[in-house]
């Protein structure tokens, strides 16, 4: 019954970046159901996730006591069954379990603890986080999920424009009449963004789609581009060839915004669109037509997702889009802009609040001596480390090289969510000492020393920030199950008993101490995000919303320029070949977010799509001599697994499409480590592999 229920409370999704506003209804302490409210994102739209996969924190899997290992504990592994913990972990008191992690932590000690924060937890647990860790052991070897997101295209864009949050929310596009949609799948992983994509299509605006798989905006698009996976920037390049060639180029918004102008125009002329055809797959007539449809634009913006990011070239994947955008100057207007679609609902909070090992909070460079001495002036004890950190991938690295013994992760499951996961899960079992915060004994806390039971998104107070750079305000509607507590709490009692003399009471107190030294929250309040649910930022006063679109004066760079950065063709570390002849992709599918550990947990998500699943197209299966439904074996270079195999023409005949939810068949046993030289974001979108009937 919809009016079952005693309460209501707005909060904020907890699952992808698109932010939406919730409605939460409350009966007897359990959320009974969710409805959309008129937050800025969303207009009142949910997807399946965000109304129906709620009931996650009600499950009874939900950690609700401290956990300390058991002396008697098999060794490390893979080993906790759900319903019989008590084999591997005994119950603690709160300063009991809390007094061992900070023990264990401490004991270890400097750089040899490492730490990932959380894009699920609230902007102030991650400013949290990065401050126990950088303030607490001298160093800075703390990241979190973005690495595995989109740091390539952070990367990119610090570099080039100045900024790595997006230039226009996605929003905007009701004011375009062109978009690009590269390398992102928003109808399954950003749903609610992607209904605003399909409306703009029924006003008239053309959507330019470009992904290796087809995809359900394909039927909206008026150009899709189902090009070779890896070969994004010599498709690119030709499309920004033709724009030079033909002179489509804004000159006047070059001359006044840009630099290295001359340097690029020089470096596009090696890629005719005849000579790219042959490595991107897409019609040399098609390019030009795109790209004679996108320089034509009034007003155009480019999406991407991780297709984009994922891959060893991904920043240059992502310096071609801004260089496309500037170009024809389709920035810092209405209708115009670049916008890389965020993951995870916090992950661009996380980053902005300093969760990654370069930057501190507002990505200002730990190498600053001048910055350095401005945080040093507000948190007044300890000495913050010059040298930049270790990412997520480097930090497991060290563990196997023996340099890291200890690590504090908060809310990430990297025993799944790592590429060549077997490696991460090692790395884990060698530390001697492994502090896990979270809701679940996720793979991850199997191999924890002490797990602090945690809270989910519908427990705690915090802000939380969009793709479009909202900070939105979420609240609490219900209590946390048993012991557990909010995460900020925790990791306050840990700074404690290492020494740090921290007296927070209430996470607004954090947010005004995050106001003292990060521009992008200025004239944002925690008084005015409980009146007005959301601001965006840059916020010019005190009664302004914030501004959607940014950079229309020039950007945040030297000269007030932003700067063209060529970039070159480079193949995926991988190529397949006689032992490995496919290609392996993998991604989300709408259902199931991230490493499952939530939505498979959650009835009607599970219910939908509750089976590990590949996507192979007809032909690929008749050759196989497998029937859709029937079970295939893959392997790469890392591992194999054994999956139920879907038909699917959206693939390619030589592609696998792998998602990576499902600890039965993880995904990242098969991944490939090699990252990208500048993001250090991994390639999970292009592995050599090989597909046989199981
Ligand atoms: Fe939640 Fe994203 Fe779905 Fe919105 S689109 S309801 S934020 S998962």
């Known amino acids: 019954d919809s009016k079952d229920y005693d309460s209501e409370v707005n909060s904020v999704c907890p699952f992808c970046g698109v932010g939406c506003q919730v409605s939460l209804k409350v009966k007897d302490n359990k959320v009974k159901f969710v409805e959309g409210i008129n937050g800025p994102a969303n207009e009142g739209r949910l997807c399946v996730k965000g109304r129906f996969g709620f009931d996650y924190i009600h499950h ?37 379990a809390l007094d061992a992690a900070a023990n264990g932590l401490k004991d270890i000690g400097g750089k040899g603890v490492a730490g990932f924060g959380s894009a699920k937890c609230t902007n102030e647990e991650a400013y949290l986080f990065q401050k126990f860790i950088r303030q607490g052991f001298g160093h800075n070897n703390v990241d979190h999920c973005t690495r595995l997101c989109h740091a390539s295209s952070v990367a990119a864009l610090m570099e080039n424009v100045g900024s790595g949050a997006v230039t226009a929310t996605f929003n905007e596009i009701e004011n375009a009449d062109v978009a690009i949609v590269i390398g992102a799948n928003p109808v399954e ?11 703009f299509t029924k006003r008239g605006g053309k959507l330019i789609v470009m992904d290796p798989r087809g995809q359900a905006l394909k039927r909206f698009a008026s150009h899709m581009l189902q090009f070779r ?3 994004d920037v010599s498709m690119l390049n030709a499309i920004m060839h033709v724009i030079v060639e033909e002179k489509l180029y804004d000159q006047q918004y070059i001359d006044a915004y840009t630099e290295n102008w001359e340097a690029e125009k020089r470096h596009l002329a090696d890629f005719s669109p005849e000579r790219m055809s042959k490595i991107c797959g897409i019609d040399a007539e098609m390019l030009r037509d795109v790209a004679r449809t996108f320089a034509g634009a009034k007003a155009g913006m480019i999406f991407w997702g991780m297709g984009v990011s994922q891959h060893i070239h991904g920043t240059d994947n992502s310096r071609c889009l801004i260089s496309l955008a500037l170009m024809t ?11 890389p679609l965020r993951g995870q609902n916090n992950v661009q909070g996380a980053s902005d609040a300093g969760l990654i090992p370069m930057f501190l909070p507002d990505y200002q460079p730990v190498g600053d001596e001048g910055v350095r001495n401005a945080f040093q002036e507000i948190w007044q004890e300890g000495t913050i ?17 023996g340099d890291i013994h200890g690590m504090y992760i908060l809310g990430e499951n990297p025993a799944m969510s790592d590429p060549d996961v077997e490696h991460a899960r090692d790395a884990l079992a060698k530390l001697k000492h492994l502090v896990v915060q979270d809701i679940f004994i996720t793979e991850t806390a199997n191999y924890a020393d002490v797990i602090l039971p945690a809270s ?20 609490p509607a219900v209590t946390p199950p048993g012991d557990a507590k909010e995460d900020w709490w925790i990791t306050v009692e840990l700074a404690k008993r290492i020494g740090v003399g921290w007296d927070y009471t209430h996470p607004s107190e ?5 106001g003292k030294s990060m521009k992008s929250l200025a004239n944002i309040t925690w008084d005015r995000l409980e009146a007005e649910n959301a601001v965006t930022y840059p916020s010019l006063s005190a009664d302004d919303p914030g501004q959607p679109i940014v950079f229309a004066d020039g950007f945040p760079r030297p000269d007030g320029r932003a700067r063209f950065t060529p970039a070159n063709v480079i193949a995926p570390d991988e190529s397949p070949d006689a032992d490995y002849p496919m290609i392996l992709t993998t991604g989300r599918q709408l259902e199931h977010w991230h490493t499952g550990s939530m939505t498979r947990r959650s009835k009607v998500l599970d219910a939908v799509e509750p089976e590990a699943n590949c996507s192979l197209h007809p032909s690929t299966l008749r050759k196989l001599d497998v029937v859709p439904g029937g079970l295939v074996r893959l392997t790469t270079r890392r591992g194999s697994i054994t999956i139920m195999a879907r038909e699917d023409r959206a693939v390619a005949p030589d592609m696998v499409f792998l998602p990576f939810a499902f600890v039965e068949a993880a995904a990242n046993i098969l991944t490939n480590p090699a990252v990208d030289p500048y993001g250090k974001i991994p390639e999970f979108k292009f592995a050599a592999v090989k597909v046989e009937k199981a």
């Open 60 to 96: 009874e899997h939900r950690l609700t006591k401290p956990l300390i290992r058991r002396e008697d504990a098999p060794p490390k592994g893979l080993n906790v069954d759900p319903g019989k913990w008590g084999e591997v972990f005994r119950e603690a008191t709160w300063d009991e």
């Open 189 to 199: 992983n950003h749903p609610v963004a992607a209904t605003y994509f399909k409306q």
């Open 385 to 401: 480390d010059p040298n930049r950190g270790l990412t997520v991938t480097e930090i497991l690295d060290a563990v196997h090289a």
């Open 456 to 475: 989910a998104f519908a427990e705690k107070t915090g802000t939380v920030t969009n793709t479009n750079r909202q900070v939105q305000m979420g609240r």
């Open 229 to 231: 996976p890896g070969a």
């Open 329 to 339: 100057g389709q920035v810092g207007r209405p209708g115009a802009g670049l916008h």
């Open 510 to 514: 954090v947010f005004a101490e995050m």
